[in-house]
């Protein structure tokens, strides 16, 4: 399922301005605020938990004050039990980061595009008793097949939505049907970005491989806007990358444990995880024969 929610993370992410209000229309109670930009600092979810790499955190400015505002945006290819908990985590420690837990902070969203199931129970409540819960987790929530792919390729037509909300119609209900997909063809012609077109048609034709109406979307997009796309390079490019990333680490990790013993502390293997640098990780693995003790090689990998 990894290439559904990369792909959906690189669909979020054509255009922040345009996908901020669409996700906006979702909420009990509105943002009111306009994207910025977006933040790819890396930093890691939890102790032990999984690396933040290539996440949906948009910086906005609140409309009211000027101040600034973050909202992450969390990709679900299926709804698991445990979505708002490690949403409500990753919230936050995040505001915590920016300082958004002290009463002037800036506020920390949260929101959850749910690529495949339907809307079923309510927000996380972890309280002490019915009436006053301790930790309220209530993120903005898409379940796309619940939403009518006609009214969504309305409102893209008058210009409510961005042209950038069209990847998610073929995930809605009945977004497979030949007549929409037409109508979805000729929005998608505004698009006057040669390589977003085509990013356009790779989305589809990746999204559409959850829904019946695949072999539709195959038919119908076949040999339309047919260029390579530097949107579906990145993305081999990246997945590639981080394969070779995670082989990497795993090796030097097992190093490690071979020639110094015992566990490899949190502080080491945080970094080692987190690191991007192939060559980075390329020359702790050389260096670590010449290492006897975690102090040498944590000095090792403070050097350029």
């Known amino acids: 399922m990894a290439t559904f929610d990369e792909a959906a993370r690189q669909a979020c992410k054509v255009s922040g301005a345009g996908l901020t209000p669409w996700l906006d229309r979702f909420a009990d109670e509105s943002m009111a605020a306009?994207?910025?930009?977006?933040?790819?600092?890396?930093?890691?979810?939890?102790?032990?938990?999984?690396?933040?790499?290539?996440?949906?955190?948009?910086?906005?400015r609140r409309r009211a004050d000027g101040k600034p505002a973050h909202l992450i945006v969390e990709v679900a290819t299926e709804p698991?039990?445990?979505?708002?908990?490690?949403?409500?985590?990753?919230?936050?420690?995040?505001?915590?980061?920016?300082?958004?837990?002290?009463?002037?902070?800036?506020?920390?969203?949260?929101?959850?595009?749910h690529l495949t199931g339907s809307s079923k129970g309510g927000p996380l409540r972890?309280?002490?008793?019915?009436?006053?819960?301790?930790?309220?987790?209530?993120?903005?929530?898409?379940?796309?097949?619940?939403?009518?792919p006609a009214d969504t390729l309305a409102r893209i037509e008058s210009g409510e939505l961005a042209l950038c909300i069209l990847p998610w119609v073929v995930l809605m209900r009945g977004g497979g049907d030949p007549e929409l997909i037409e109508r979805w063809k000729q929005l998608?012609?505004?698009?006057?970005?040669?390589e977003k077109r085509a990013a356009y048609r790779h989305f589809a034709l990746e999204f559409a491989e959850l829904t019946p109406?695949?072999?539709?979307?195959?038919r119908s997009l076949e040999g339309w806007e047919m260029r390579e796309s530097q949107y579906s390079k990145s993305i081999e490019a990246r997945g590639e990358h981080k394969a070779e990333l995670r082989v990497r680490r795993a090796d030097l990790l097992e190093g490690l444990h071979l020639k110094l013993g015992g566990t490899v502390p949190e502080p080491i293997r945080l970094a080692i995880e987190g690191t991007t640098d192939l060559s980075a990780l390329e020359r702790w693995f050389r260096g670590l024969f010449a290492?006897?003790?975690?102090?040498?090689?944590?000095s090792l990998m403070k050097q350029e």
Not at 188 to 194: H, K, L, M, N, W
Not at 213 to 218: H, I, K, P
Not at 291 to 296: D, L, M
């Open 80 to 113: 698991r039990a445990d979505d708002l908990a490690r949403l409500g985590i990753y919230e936050l420690l995040l505001a915590i980061e920016v300082r958004g837990v002290l009463d002037d902070g800036p506020p920390v969203y949260g929101a959850i595009v």
């Open 188 to 194: 998608a012609g505004r698009e006057s970005d040669v």
């Open 291 to 298: 290492v006897n003790s975690w102090a040498e090689f944590q």
């Open 126 to 148: 972890l309280s002490k008793s019915a009436s006053h819960p301790g930790v309220l987790v209530k993120p903005i929530e898409v379940w796309l097949a619940d939403q009518s």
């Open 213 to 218: 109406g695949l072999v539709n979307w195959q």
């Open 34 to 60: 306009d994207f910025v930009a977006w933040d790819d600092t890396r930093r890691t979810s939890w102790p032990g938990g999984p690396e933040r790499t290539d996440d949906v955190v948009c910086l906005l």
